[in-house]
């Protein structure tokens, strides 16, 4: 069995006893975690010899320990292309990294439980009023002191930004009450049980109201989290300095960089060379080699968003029901897989439009499958008529798996012309309402929680990029955020997921399964299925 095939299979049994983590509707201030011993700067640079296996690269790291300066990662196939958390282009997963670096949420989510964070604690007995307290110790990186008026002013903002993660995390709030500079009550449009969770997005970080409008180019680097950005390329790289007055637990690692390296052999080479200390999506290939060396950790993980080709609802033979069902009869998943990402890619086999670890997923609807016959069945009923149709994509692991749908679609008789974008011009391109959109290869995005169901599927969510609209599926999005019993919540759900595969916007072609290299003295990763990891508290060990 593949060893991508075999994540795939234990996360979907996994999902099955996912637990709900919705806290509680009450919780007490914890106050800042204590900061460590201050961390000797002066030890030897990044990938320096160390004697230290980390045998878990989660844990934190052992009293009275030493630690490099400088810690570089290299991120594959999605670049950062913009840190403007109300533009639709930083919906990209290194952008979230490093959002939650240089932003802080309100609350964070850890193993399950909502922790404080820039809010000390809240409160709601309606799921639809919740009353804030903040933090008042907290500072931008600009100096500016964090206030109620700051995040009034993010929650403002964010609606501006239709199509991007940070408007949908924060459009259920309909009013926000000032009561004090550290005091605020949330009133949302209605019930809804999620909003925790959307509190702890990294997308839903907290700006600083003077940086953003005083510097429309920088300003949105300014949070009040334990890193500050020092240099920022578009979709090159972002160094970022630990932010030595930080309110809470400070950092073992003076000086971070995420770096976009898109050539899979390039980032195994500088992994073997230890010119990086973490290096996302290594080869099948390499992996064995950094298996078998005592110098590295190999840390395999699936991705929870699915591979998914999109069909543009508002055209009209993409949208045709019957030009969608021949489309995806044509579909050869396994080989598109493999083309795709090698055995670091797994084929969907359920008809389930989910991700694999998002609670209430449904299991038991049928793929649809591949069946050449069927497809040419379901053509000839479409109003397809030898139209050459646009196939958009950006990142080069969608962009080999659209070269293989290219020929599984003409097999069948439908022709398409392959457009290679870079990620910010997808998303430009392919958002809510856009009438241009034909089919679409992308990633959609679902993370841990159920509600985010409505960013996939319904109006002006951010990864709605085929424009779906389902009035009935509509108001049960709206409504199914209400309900807080959690077996009703769940029966509702699962209705949803069903409704979408009998009239889908979309199809999952296959899984990611991520193949990350650190070296071996490099630990404090916290990388959970959703892939929004916490890069903050890394270090290397030094002797």
């Not at 960089?257 to 052999?265: G, N, R």
């Not at 489309?327 to 439009?353: F, Y």
């Not at 995005?445 to 159920?450: A, E, I, K, L, T």
């Not at 389902?470 to 769940?490: C, H, Y």
Request: charged share 20%.
């Amino acid at each position: 069995m593949k060893k991508s095939s075999r994540y795939i299979a234990l996360a979907l049994c996994l999902v099955l006893c996912f637990a709900l983590f919705a806290g509680c509707n009450k919780t007490k201030d914890e106050g800042g975690a204590a900061a460590p011993p201050a961390t000797d700067t002066s030890t030897p640079a990044a990938g320096a010899p160390s004697s230290t296996k980390v045998t878990d690269t989660s844990a934190p790291p052992p009293a009275g320990a030493k630690f490099a300066e400088h810690l570089t990662f290299t991120n594959d196939n999605n670049p950062i292309a913009t840190l403007n958390p109300f533009n639709p282009a930083s919906g990209t997963t290194p952008t979230y990294w490093t959002m939650r670096m240089i932003l802080d949420s309100l609350i964070l989510l850890v193993n399950g439980e909502f922790l404080p964070n820039l809010a000390t604690s809240w409160e709601t007995t309606d799921w639809k009023t919740f009353n804030i307290k903040l933090r008042d110790d907290a500072f931008f990186h600009n100096g500016e002191k964090f206030t109620a008026k700051d995040l009034e002013f993010t929650i403002v903002e964010s609606r501006n930004g239709v199509g991007s993660q940070a408007c949908d995390m924060w459009r259920p709030v309909e009013t926000v009450n000032i009561i004090n500079d550290y005091e605020v009550q949330l009133i949302l449009n209605d019930v809804n049980v999620d909003f925790l969770f959307n509190m702890s997005m990294p997308s839903a970080g907290i700006l600083n109201q003077k940086a953003y409008t005083e510097d429309a180019e920088k300003g949105y680097w300014i949070g009040t989290g334990a890193y500050k950005v020092v240099d920022f390329q578009t979709n090159n790289f972002v160094d970022l300095e630990r932010n030595d007055n930080y309110w809470g637990k400070a950092p073992y690692t003076k000086y971070i960089t995420l770096k976009f390296i898109p050539e899979m052999s390039t980032r195994s080479i500088m992994m073997q060379n230890k010119e990086t200390h973490v290096a996302f999506g290594i080869s099948e290939a390499d992996i064995a080699g950094f298996e078998a060396s005592p110098d590295f950790n190999v840390i395999p993980t699936t991705f929870n968003n699915p591979n998914t080709l999109g069909f543009g609802m508002l055209h009209p033979i993409t949208s045709d029901w019957n030009f969608r069902m021949a489309v995806m009869h044509a579909l050869n998943r396994p080989e598109i897989a493999v083309v795709a990402a090698g055995d670091w890619a797994a084929p969907e086999v359920t008809g389930t439009l989910w991700g694999y670890a998002t609670q209430f997923r449904n299991n038991d609807i049928p793929l649809v499958e591949y069946n050449v016959e069927k497809a040419k069945e379901y053509l000839a009923k479409s109003p397809y008529n030898g139209e050459v149709l646009e196939l958009a994509t950006a990142i080069i692991t969608n962009v080999k798996a659209c070269e293989v749908i290219q020929q599984n679609l003409a097999a069948v008789g439908i022709t398409v012309e392959v457009n290679e974008m870079d990620p910010p011009s997808l998303a430009a391109k392919a958002g809510y309402g856009k009438e241009d959109v034909e089919l679409i290869m992308f990633v959609t995005g679902f993370n841990m929680s159920p509600s985010s169901f409505r960013n996939a599927y319904g109006p002006n969510g951010s990864y709605n990029r085929q424009t779906y609209d389902n009035p009935p599926l509509n108001e049960m999005i709206a409504r199914v955020g209400t309900i807080t019993d959690i077996n009703e919540r769940e029966k509702m759900y699962r209705e949803m997921q069903e409704m979408v595969a009998a009239d889908p916007p979309i199809v999952n072609v296959f899984w990611r399964l991520n193949g990350i290299v650190a070296q071996g003295n490099v630990g404090g990763l916290h990388l959970p299925p959703d892939v929004y990891y916490d890069l903050r508290y890394a270090y290397q060990l030094i002797d």
